[in-house]
């Protein structure tokens, strides 16, 4: 098997509990000073197994709220922890789902965001084993077979029996089918943050992007909110009207323009202050 880039197994089959992710990260946060946190401290901490430890600290990692392996906070994770430290706040919740559903390392959790909800009426694990047939040159039929199954498996549970149900972002219309719900607004400031975290990571070094990759390529905040063209335009305006961009509509631009004094964590910030 060739070597593969992407992460598999991000659930391990666990469900996505928000609530013990805010206890490992409030653990991270009292500890941050000590360089590199072992995973039996939080395991003692939090009263759960080696396993769940790996599961939730790789989940954490993944939302971009702890460091892999050392497993101490990042600075996202302490803005987070700062103001919304139970995950409350949807806009939290928002920002957390563009962050793990638009990293493609998470080829399972991405792929469902990105291909197979938008590009389906109903949706199911059996309708998106399809979309991850490409991946046998990298895994066994063994591991599709049971590994696949049961990360869909986890990420359906998120958006349905977890946390992330309270973005509307789907709902189950039967026993193992779904479709989307009526999703919660997308505040403007964390739709810029996702902009701001999409241009960091696919295009860097852009001055511009032109609105229709913001509102329809794969892993694009328009794409991973399951937004209309519309919609994106309405709260690329709102996030304009705060001073955060520019929006260039006139003549033969469609495209927004990044300010350089403004970054990730500092739109983030302004969030939830109420700047």
Not at 38 to 44: E, H, I, L, N, S
Request: proline fraction near 5%; charge should be negative; charged fraction near 25%.
């Amino acid at each position: 098997m060739k070597a593969t880039p992407y992460k598999l197994q991000l659930t391990k089959g666990f469900f996505a509990d928000l609530s013990q992710i805010a206890r490992l990260l409030d653990y991270a946060i009292e500890h941050r000073d000590e360089g590199r946190i072992p995973p039996d401290a939080y395991a003692g901490s939090l009263g759960v197994s080696a396993s769940r430890v790996t599961n939730l600290s790789s989940l954490a990692a993944a939302f971009g709220l702890i460091r892999p392996v050392v497993l101490t906070p990042t600075e996202l994770g302490q803005i987070i922890h700062r103001y919304d430290p139970f995950f409350d706040d949807l806009g939290t919740l928002w920002l957390l789902h563009y962050l793990v559903s638009s990293d493609e390392r998470y080829l399972v959790w991405n792929r469902l965001i990105n291909h197979v909800i938008p590009e389906n009426d109903r949706f199911s694990t059996a309708i998106a084993r399809p979309y991850f047939d490409d991946l046998s040159q990298f895994y066994s039929e063994h591991s599709m077979d049971k590994h696949v199954r049961k990360e869909m498996g986890a990420v359906w549970n998120a958006y349905t029996a977890q946390a992330f149900r309270y973005l509307g972002y789907i709902r189950a219309e039967s026993d193992q089918i779904y479709v989307r719900g009526d999703a919660e607004p997308v505040p403007p400031h964390i739709f810029c943050a996702a902009l701001l975290s999409y241009r960091e990571r696919f295009a860097p070094k852009a001055v511009t992007l032109d609105v229709s990759i913001l509102a329809n390529e794969a892993n694009s905040p328009g794409r991973v909110f399951d937004l209309t063209e519309r919609q994106v335009r309405d709260l690329l305006e709102e996030v304009k009207e705060l001073g955060y961009i520019y929006v260039e509509t006139r003549a033969d631009l469609d495209q927004v323009r990044f300010r350089d004094d403004c970054d990730f964590l500092d739109i983030v910030g302004y969030y939830y202050k109420g700047d």
